[in-house]
T-cell receptor, first 116, second 111 residues
Framework: DGGITQSPKYLFRKEGQNVTLSCEQN?????MYWYRQDPGQGLRLIYY???????QKGDIAEGYSVSREKKESFPLTVTSAQKNPTAFYLC???????????????FGSGTQLSVL | GNSVTQMEGPVTLSEEAFLTINCTYT??????LFWYVQYPGEGLQLLLK?????DKGSNKGFEATYRKETTSFHLEKGSVQVSDSAVYFC??????????FGKGTRLSVIA
């Protein structure tokens, strides 16, 4: 079945540590996205990539980094500079990265990151 | 800029009650409007969409009509079920930016 796979489902970060969240899709989609979900805050866009080897900052990119070296993969690194990283992280993809688009977003099942 | 405002939750209803979740938007140009649903422990999935004024999106008994004059896209269902318990997100897509989501409204349906 085609879809988006996020791993791990739960992740714990120690002080001063960088952690990387994995996101893989086998839908052959051009665009991929990372959102952060906090209670009462809805979804906030961290980074997005409209095509392989390119990405742009979203609304809350500080303390995060990404890469898009392969079409199917868009890992997110939460760096030690992100002082409040505890949240639910959602990865998504869409067939095209041409905005505006009516293409629906396909979401993974998310990664819950907590700070030890 | 583009933004979406949803009614505050949580919303608690008895089974078979009528559901309305309000959504209004601010956008430049002519946005497309969406409702996404998130079941517990999962990612979001598209529920319905409308791409132009007066369009009605519908799916699984849910409906929403794109009202340009009131800049609204309210979600309705005539008779909710326990299985409809989830968080509902209104979203819009306009201009050269990715989808913009509202804060979400949690719905709990009790038997």
């Amino acid at each position: 079945d085609g879809g988006i796979t996020q791993s791990p489902k739960y992740l714990f970060r120690k002080e001063g540590q960088n952690v990387t969240l994995s996101c893989e899709q086998n839908l052959n989609h051009d665009a991929m996205y990372w959102y952060r979900q906090d209670p009462g805050q809805g979804l906030r866009l961290i980074y997005y990539s409209q095509i392989v080897n390119d990405f742009q900052k979203g609304d809350i990119a500080e303390g995060y980094s990404v890469s898009r070296e392969k079409k199917e993969s868009f890992p997110l690194t939460v760096t030690s500079a992100q002082k409040n990283p505890t949240a639910f992280y959602l990865c998504a993809s869409s067939r095209t990265g041409d905005f505006p688009t009516n293409e629906k977003l396909f979401f993974g099942s998310g990664t819950q990151l907590s700070v030890l | 800029g583009n933004s979406v405002t949803q009614m505050e939750g949580p919303v608690t209803l008895s089974e078979e009650a009528f559901l309305t979740i309000n959504c209004t938007y601010t956008a430049t140009g002519y946005p497309s409007l969406f409702w996404y649903v998130q079941y517990p422990g999962e990612g979001l999935q598209l529920l319905l969409k409308a791409t132009k004024a007066d369009d009605k999106g519908s799916n699984k008994g849910f409906e929403a009509t794109y009202r340009k004059e009131t800049t609204s896209f309210h979600l309705e269902k005539g008779s909710v079920q326990v299985s409809d318990s989830a968080v509902y997100f209104c979203a819009l897509n306009s201009g050269n930016t990715p989808l913009v989501f509202g804060k979400g409204t949690r719905l709990s349906v009790i038997a």
